[in-house]
T-cell receptor, first 115, second 112 residues
Framework: EAEVAQSPRYKITEKSQAVAFWCDPI?????LYWYRQILGQGPELLVQ????????DSQLPKDRFSAERLKGVDSTLKIQPAELGDSAMYLC?????????????FGPGTRLLVL | GEDVEQSLFLSVREGDSSVINCTYT??????LYWYKQEPGAGLQLLTY?????DMKQDQRLTVLLNKKDKHLSLRIADTQTGDSAIYFC????????????FGTGTRLQVFP
């Protein structure tokens, strides 16, 4: 069964350093999402791509976060510089077209700890 | 999980039924979902209901929607230890997007 792949699974970094997370969605899925899940809370959407275009980045802290999906397939989320409050699980998800009641398939996530 | 609220914790005995509740505030909700998250893992979609439905049943899962009270519930029949996880309700607020607004999650613990 096809799955959303994410790497690394765990990342420990010091504040002010740069970190990057990678996501490979299910083949053929046009829509890709990055969520942040702070411990004890539900996921919050950071950015949504339709193919290579950003369709929603209203909750992305653009002063330090950036995301790209250059060829409309895999995607990278970067944080520079990392802050203590960025410690969280970063989840990637994908769906076929991104409309209606389509299922979003989630990857296993990258757990980030900023020291 | 702004505007979507859940109780934090639920403990049930194996074989009993579990009922997990969720309240939301946005009347424009289109679809409502239940996701399951096991420790250290991503989210798995369990079921969803369209906002003009009252009930949906899928094997051991029953979803009830009271749109007037903006209340959603998930009933798990014959709860098993493998059902122990965090359960999130989520909503979408437009027919043109599947942007999910998640609740805070309910941790279900099943004891023998």
């Amino acid at each position: 069964e096809a799955e959303v792949a994410q790497s690394p699974r765990y990342k420990i970094t010091e504040k002010s350093q740069a970190v990057a997370f990678w996501c490979d969605p299910i083949s053929g899925h046009a829509t890709l999402y990055w969520y942040r899940q702070i411990l004890g809370q539900g996921p919050e959407l950071l950015v949504q791509f339709q193919d290579e275009s950003v369709v929603d980045d209203s909750q992305l802290p653009k002063d330090r976060f950036s995301a790209e999906r250059l060829k409309g397939v895999d995607s990278t989320l970067k944080i520079q510089p990392a802050e203590l409050g960025d410690s969280a699980m970063y989840l990637c998800a994908s769906s076929f077209r991104g409309t209606g009641a389509e299922t979003q398939y989630f990857g296993p996530g990258t757990r980030l700890l900023v020291l | 999980g702004e505007d979507v609220e859940q109780s934090l914790f639920l403990s049930v005995r194996e074989g009993d039924s579990s009922v997990i509740n969720c309240t939301y505030t946005d009347s424009s909700s289109t679809y409502l979902y239940w996701y399951k998250q096991e420790p250290g893992a991503g989210l798995q979609l369990l079921t969803y209901i369209f906002s003009n439905m009252d009930m949906k049943q899928d094997q051991r899962l029953t979803v009830l929607l009271n749109k007037k009270d903006k209340h959603l519930s998930l009933r798990i029949a014959d709860t098993q230890t493998g059902d122990s996880a965090i359960y999130f309700c989520a909503e979408t607020r437009s027919y043109n997007t599947d942007k999910l607004i998640f609740g805070t999650g309910t941790r279900l613990q099943v004891f023998p």
